[in-house]
């Protein structure tokens, strides 16, 4: 990214500057551990953690993802048939599962087994592993089925085929069930299968609890815990009291967070710092500067060393909150400490000082940060094209826009309200309305957001006008 013209650097110098067991204490006493029966609340989890047993594992080629175009079984039995007879080569195992994910995608449960028994007979040297009944496992979980009963049939199957569900199972079974929002079977499952062959391991059991604290109330994830703590033995560990920590703290229960903390630390855990940075995030959502400062404090206190994550919070919590200079106090601490700031954390200081409309500082800092080799991104300029035209420094923000128009980047959602609108003050519309070509042909903006904020502010300024309040 290019550096700024000399012109613009002018800026700078002109004049212009002006121990109870487990979770016992997690929830209120009076919440005793009951049965399940979670209300329903779309959402969507992700899991980086993925199971090499799973059927998600399989990377289907291309070609057999919609190999089978029909559902019926006489369809694509006929269809296995020539692709066996046309291979020259062993058809291993793998491929095997792939064809089976595919039709499973289309066909009902009962058609995907018999599939699978014919392609044990038609293919003599193909042996289902443990991996090919996970794709049929996978797909009974998520085919509407209230009993259960689909689930049951392929774990029977497994089991008379010799193959004994293991974690690697339970944890297909629950990830499934989870994806396909049937909360409510999860524990029932959970239950059998830990009876009759395995409990779930450490990275299952922590899946389900961050689901819940996306889905659920927080109660109904405590519930959980105690169901697993009473039923199973399970305990929360340091990865379940992270996700419960992370969970308040986006809900800005700030107070249930240090609540928590204290819990873990009876329990044997010491935060760490991925804990500590939750605990400080949650208060920057806040704004609640002094608070960043005490969770920072403490962590050092407990022999914590911050990482660079814990500066560019604190900057960005001291700087949000209108502390800019104690936030640039950290940003000299943290090089002391060996973590050299990037391009968050000099953003960060520059929102903070542009909303003090210390404009102007912004941009020496610009200069410091640069000068130290780190590079400005799309935040950062956007950052200062809004802090420019707050502060009434148009030519600036026309001549940094171009910059980025240039270097092909998009425009924010903010800074391009605040840049159309000095345009549109100075009398400037046929530049608002290039401003607006480029928000949408760079995709910036949807149309319809970029028109209504354009088409806004022209009223705006023709009503200026006609009070003679603009140009």
């Not at 949807?446 to 088409?455: R, W």
Request: charged fraction near 20%.
């Amino acid at each position: 990214m290019g550096k700024f013209p000399p012109s613009f650097r002018s800026a700078i110098s002109t004049s212009m500057a002006i121990n109870p067991s487990s979770l016992a204490t997690l929830n209120s006493p009076s919440i005793p551990p009951k049965p399940l029966h979670f209300p329903k609340k779309p959402a969507k989890v992700s899991r980086k953690t993925q199971n090499p047993n799973s059927p998600e594992s399989l990377s289907v080629p291309p070609q057999l993802r919609s190999l089978f175009k029909s559902p019926h079984l006489s369809d694509a039995k006929k269809l296995f048939n020539s692709v066996v007879s046309a291979s020259k080569l062993q058809l291993d195992i793998r491929l095997h599962n792939s064809l089976l994910q595919s039709y499973a995608a289309i066909a009902t449960v009962q058609d995907s087994i018999s599939l699978l028994n014919h392609m044990i007979k038609a293919s003599p040297s193909f042996s289902p592993d443990r991996s090919t009944y996970h794709v049929l496992l996978s797909q009974s979980c998520k085919a509407p089925d209230t009993l259960l009963s689909h689930v049951h049939q392929v774990l029977n199957l497994m089991v008379n085929k010799g193959v004994t569900p293991n974690q690697a199972t339970v944890d297909v079974a629950i990830r499934s069930l989870c994806s396909s929002g049937r909360e409510d079977d999860v524990i029932e499952l959970i239950r059998e299968l830990s009876s009759k062959h395995s409990p779930p391991d450490g990275y299952t059991y922590n899946f389900v609890v961050k689901h819940l604290c996306k889905t659920r109330a927080l109660a109904t994830v405590y519930n959980f815990i105690y169901e697993m703590r009473d039923s199973l033995g399970m305990k929360p560990d340091l990865v379940t009291y992270t996700i419960l920590i992370d969970n308040v703290c986006n809900t800005k229960n700030l107070r249930e967070a240090l609540r928590l903390v204290g819990i873990l630390s009876e329990e044997g855990f010491k935060p760490d710092c991925f804990v500590y940075n939750t605990i400080m995030k949650g208060y920057c959502m806040l704004s609640r500067g002094s608070e960043v400062v005490g969770v920072y404090k403490r962590m050092k206190d407990e022999g914590v060393e911050p990482d660079l994550v814990t500066y560019n919070t604190l900057i960005f919590g001291l700087s949000k909150s209108g502390r800019v200079k104690d936030a640039r106090k950290y940003l000299d601490i943290m090089e002391e400490a060996g973590h050299f700031p990037d391009a968050v954390t000099y953003t960060s200081l520059m929102n903070g000082m542009c909303r003090e409309g210390d404009t102007i500082g912004a941009l020496r800092l610009l200069e410091e940060m640069e000068a130290k080799g780190c590079s400005p991104n799309s935040c950062t300029y956007n950052t200062l094209l809004h802090g420019l035209c707050k502060s009434r420094l148009l030519e600036k923000g026309i001549e940094l826009y171009q910059m980025m128009k240039s270097s092909d980047m998009k425009l924010e959602t903010a800074a391009y309200a605040t840049f159309v609108r000095s345009l549109c003050r100075e009398g400037r519309v046929a530049e608002a309305y290039e401003v607006f070509d480029y928000a949408v042909e760079s995709k910036s903006l949807t149309d319809v957001a970029a028109y209504t904020t354009l088409e806004s502010t022209l009223k705006w300024s023709r009503k200026a006008r006609e009070q003679g309040l603009a140009v």
